[in-house]
C-alpha cells in the first residue's frame, strides 16, 4: 500500500465537515437565543472555538474551555496501544507501515438490519470536527482535533431491537502485524464496551481522522471511538466489530483487571486509582500539572446519565 501524503490532497470528507461546521453554528445561534429567551446560559458547543468551516491549522485552535490544542507531533509520537507495545514512546514506530486497507466493520447483533460498512461507508457519514479532551487513567491528557461522526447515526442505521442494552465493540485481532498480541498475558482481541444511552449521547464520536488528515495507525487508523468524559482506555481503536446485546460486555480491562479498569470509567478527581491519585493531570506538551475536572469537563452534557452520581461504582 502507498499512502499518499495527506498534505497533497483534501479528501471529501473535510469538505463534508466545513458544510457541517456551518450547520453547527447556525444551531448553536439558534439554540442560544431559545434559551436566552428563558433566561438561561446556553451549553458551550463541544466543537471548540475554532473558526466555523475550518480545520485548526497546526498550533491554533482551543477547546471550547480555551485550552491549547496538543501538538500533532505528541498526538502522533505518544500513544497508548496495547497490540503493539505496553511503551507508549514505542508505538508510532512499530505501527508504522500497519496495513489498514481494506477494512470493514461488521455491525450487528440484537438489531433489525446488520450491515458490514466498508471504510468508504463510514466517510460517508458526514464528517465533523470535535475537540476534545483525551484524559488516560494513567494521568496523562490531551487536546485533540477529531474528525469523525456520532455514533449515534451509525447504530441508527442498524436499528436497534428493544432487547439491546450495551454496545460491545472490537479491536481487530491480527498477531502477525501487531507484536504485543504475541503477549498472552492479555485476552485479545481488545473488547470495550458502553451502555446503549452512553453509546447514542451526541459527544461520542467514531473518529476517522485528527487534525485535518485520516488516522494514524497509532491512534486507531481507520476508524476508532472516542468518549470524552471517560478514561481513554475506553475509547478503543481500529475498530472491526459493533455488536448490540442484551447483558454489559466483558471488555479486555474487566476480564484482566477489573478492580482498577472496571466498566464505567468516568473521569473523577476525587475517586483516586488504588494505586494513585486522579485528583491532577499532565498534560502532554505542558510543564507542571493540572487539576482534573469532574467527568473531564463534559458534566453539564452527560452527569444526566448517571443516577446518584455521588456513588464511587460509576468511576471504575
Ligand atoms: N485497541 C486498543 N484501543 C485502545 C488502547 C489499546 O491499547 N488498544 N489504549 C487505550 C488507552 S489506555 C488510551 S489512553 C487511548 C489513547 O488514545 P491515543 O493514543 O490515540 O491518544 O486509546 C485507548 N484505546
Ligand atoms: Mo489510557
Avoid at 468551516?53 to 480555551?66: H, I
Avoid at 490531551?142 to 442505521?157: N, T
Avoid at 468518549?227 to 455488536?243: A, E, N, R
Wanted: proline share 8%; glycine share 8%; aromatic share 12%.
Amino acid at each position: 500500500m502507498v499512502p499518499i501524503k495527506s498534505s497533497e490532497i483534501t479528501p471529501e470528507h473535510i469538505y463534508l465537515s466545513r458544510r457541517k461546521f456551518l450547520q453547527a453554528a447556525g444551531l448553536l445561534a439558534a439554540n442560544a437565543a431559545l434559551l436566552a429567551a428563558c433566561g438561561r446560559q446556553p451549553v458551550p458547543l463541544s466543537t471548540g472555538t475554532t473558526t466555523p468551516g475550518a480545520v485548526p491549522a497546526l498550533g491554533e485552535g482551543t477547546d471550547e474551555l480555551g485550552n491549547a490544542l496538543t501538538s500533532l507531533e505528541s498526538v502522533l509520537g505518544y500513544a497508548n496501544y496495547y497490540e503493539f507495545t505496553l511503551n507508549p514512546n514505542g508505538v508510532a514506530r512499530l505501527a508504522q507501515g500497519f496495513s489498514t486497507s481494506p477494512w470493514q466493520v461488521a455491525v450487528g447483533g440484537l438489531v433489525n438490519q446488520p450491515k458490514t460498512f466498508d471504510i468508504d461507508d463510514l466517510r460517508k457519514f458526514e464528517q465533523e470536527e470535535r475537540i476534545y479532551r483525551m484524559r488516560c487513567v494513567e494521568a496523562w491528557a490531551m487536546v485533540i482535533p477529531w474528525f469523525g461522526f456520532p455514533l449515534s447515526r451509525l447504530l441508527k442505521e442498524v436499528e436497534p431491537l428493544s432487547t439491546a442494552k450495551y454496545v460491545r465493540f472490537e479491536t481487530i485481532y491480527d498477531p502477525d502485524n501487531m507484536p504485543g498480541q504475541k503477549d498472552r498475558s492479555f485476552p485479545w482481541p481488545y473488547v470495550e464496551g458502553l451502555r446503549l444511552d452512553e453509546a447514542l449521547h451526541d459527544l461520542t464520536l467514531l473518529a476517522t481522522g485528527l487534525y485535518g488528515q485520516d488516522l494514524q495507525p497509532q491512534n486507531g487508523a481507520p476508524v476508532r471511538l472516542v468518549v470524552p468524559w471517560k478514561y481513554g482506555f475506553k475509547s478503543i481503536k481500529s475498530i472491526v466489530k459493533i455488536d448490540l446485546v442484551e447483558e454489559m460486555p466483558q471488555s479486555l480491562w474487566l476480564v484482566t483487571n477489573p478492580r482498577e479498569y472496571g466498566f464505567w470509567a468516568n473521569v473523577n478527581p476525587k475517586v483516586p486509582h488504588p494505586r494513585w491519585s486522579q485528583a491532577t493531570e499532565r498534560r502532554i506538551g505542558e510543564n507542571g500539572r493540572r487539576e482534573t475536572l469532574f467527568l473531564n469537563g463534559y458534566a453539564d452534557e452527560v452527569a444526566s446519565l448517571y443516577p446518584d452520581l455521588d456513588s464511587r461504582d460509576w468511576y471504575y
